[in-house]
């Protein structure tokens, strides 16, 4: 099975494994060992990082504004995202009692995250966040491609200031300076930008055939910046009320420096973080993490909540429940998400090298298939 998916063959391994041990954290902030032990840190600042440098590092080079490269480049976005949104969104509907079909029109077409209504499945709001990156990357990248990485920050900061200065207009759509900042891409760019500028960096180390150093400076130094802002907000949450200002500052603005160092670390330098995070198997859940992330909270609310008794045997209900959702995510990922996803691509053949390299950081790297 490891064969058939490639898993332990990437490019850059070690994300795989990022990407597990970020949605493991996640599941322990929504259910926690202990009632009172809730993850402080934006953890979700880490994948934004790496959706900043999976895109910019497959589609860099080939990125273009033509209707038929854009068009597969959509394509294969939607293969990706769509397909086990929409399966796990209508088990969610089917579970609720009446959902309006204001929510359902905006939960089905991922602009609930822009706007405030229900989300039926709670985590999906950073698939909002997700999906305008999506869509603004491509200019990002000709910007950065025609000038430098400076000018298409700058150009999502002016972005940013537009959003906040919309949202003050009274409207249901962006609602708040506080709801963009918190829910909105405009407020978590920050992280995806650190993901581009680890990809830039990327791009040219590798045409320099200069990539890989020795050492362990960019992993230590980003583990420790990690460490230290973790520790500064242990200080803010301590007093009340809370300093929203505080927290957004430190986890959308600051946390996505020393992040992408770490990255850019577990890339180049080979450590004992990096060989554990290479793993076949840890790589196997980090290809099932989408899966995991979304389907979690549904088996917790619907299976672990109701069945198991948390009350009397809290830990190893929690366990339980923690390795029946990685399993159902693995057998999604096996048998629905990447059996659809390569049938969607061949059906409107977006595979093409002309749409971008192939998947450097998640599949082998043999030039037969774009992410």
């Known amino acids: 099975m490891f064969k058939t998916l490639g898993l332990g063959t990437e490019k850059y391994p070690a994300l795989t494994g990022v990407r597990a041990v970020g949605a493991t954290v996640v599941f322990f902030d929504h259910l926690p060992l202990l009632p009172s032990a809730h993850v402080i840190i934006n ?19 080939q990125a273009q504004l033509s209707l038929s490269w854009l068009g597969k480049y959509f394509v294969n976005r939607f293969a990706r995202i769509y397909p086990v949104y929409f399966l796990l969104l209508t088990i969610a509907v089917l579970l609720k009692p009446s959902v309006h079909w204001p929510t359902l029109l ?7 995250a822009l ?26 990248m000709l910007l950065a491609r025609r000038y430098n990485f400076l000018v298409p920050f700058a150009f999502a900061c002016l972005l940013t200031v537009a959003a906040l200065a919309f949202s003050r207009l009274g409207f249901t759509f962006l609602g708040s300076s506080l709801y963009v900042l918190y829910w909105t891409f405009f407020g978590h760019f920050a992280e995806f930008f650190a993901g581009v500028w680890v990809a830039l960096q990327l791009v040219a180390l590798e045409k320099q055939g200069a990539l890989r150093v020795r050492g362990c400076v960019r992993t230590v130094t980003g583990l420790l910046g990690v460490s230290l802002l973790i520790g500064a907000m242990v200080i803010v949450y301590q007093h009340r009320p809370l300093s929203f200002g505080s927290i957004i500052v430190i986890n959308n603005f600051l946390m996505p420096l020393p ?22 198997f840890i790589g196997l859940l980090g290809r099932a993490s989408y899966a995991f992330y979304l389907m979690h909270m549904l088996v917790i609310d619907h299976l672990a909540k109701p069945f198991f008794p948390m009350e009397e045997h809290r830990v190893l209900s929690i366990l339980l429940t923690f390795g029946i959702t990685w399993l159902l ?9 990447e059996p659809v996803n390569g049938f969607i691509r061949k059906r409107f053949k977006s595979n093409a090298k002309s749409v971008g390299m192939t998947d450097t950081l998640f599949r082998p790297h043999d030039q037969r298939s774009v992410n």
Not at 106 to 112: D, E, P, Q, R
Not at 259 to 276: D, F, K, Q, V
Not at 329 to 337: A, Q, R, W, Y
């Open 329 to 337: 995510s693995v057998l999604l990922f096996l048998c629905f998400e």
């Open 106 to 112: 905006a939960n089905y077409t991922l602009t609930h």
């Open 115 to 140: 706007v405030h209504t229900t989300l039926l499945i709670q985590p999906s709001w950073s698939l909002t966040v997700e999906e305008c990156f999506y869509v603004l990357a491509p200019a990002f």
């Open 43 to 61: 953890v979700l600042a880490f994948f934004f990082a790496l959706s900043g440098i999976l895109i910019v590092r497959i589609y860099y080079e």
């Open 259 to 280: 992040i992408a160092l770490l990255y850019l670390g577990l890339i180049r330098e080979t450590t004992i973080l990096s060989r554990m995070l290479s793993g076949k």
